[in-house]
């Protein structure tokens, strides 16, 4: 059983930054595929981006390449997705979820879900 907790959320104009969070429990967070998805309000949740459990691979959706980095540190459990560049269309709840394969943008396989963090930005 893993628990994921997300931070980091709030509310940033346009053009600024955030940093998201996401900090799990339990020993063995570094065999996990760690997925961020979004969900912008009468949308279906959304693939933002992907790490494996190492960290060397990653996948990023189109809409937030070169704007978005996934992360982790397996030392403190924590998945980051650092987010610069923020446009109005970025406003959505931002999920962190746990697989333990490689999905890639499916959400289909993702065992574990955080309950979300909120990020709005204004115009």
């Known amino acids: 059983q893993v628990q994921l907790e997300e931070s980091g959320g709030g509310l940033v104009q346009a053009g600024g930054s955030l940093r998201l969070s996401c900090t799990a429990s339990g020993r063995t967070f570094s065999s996990y595929t760690m997925g961020w998805f979004r969900q912008a309000p009468g949308s279906e949740r959304e693939f933002v981006a992907v790490?494996?459990?190492?960290?060397?691979?990653?996948l990023h959706a189109d809409t937030v390449k070169g704007r978005f980095t996934i992360s982790r540190d397996n030392a403190k459990n924590t998945v980051y997705l650092q987010m610069n560049s923020l446009k109005p269309e970025d406003t959505a709840v931002y999920y962190c979820?746990?697989?333990?394969?490689?999905?890639?943008?499916?959400?289909?396989?993702?065992?574990?879900w955080g309950q979300g963090t909120q990020v709005t930005v204004s115009s």
């Open positions: 979820a746990a697989a333990q394969s490689w999905y890639g943008r499916s959400r289909s396989g993702y065992d574990y």
């Open positions: 790490i494996s459990g190492s960290g060397v691979r990653t």
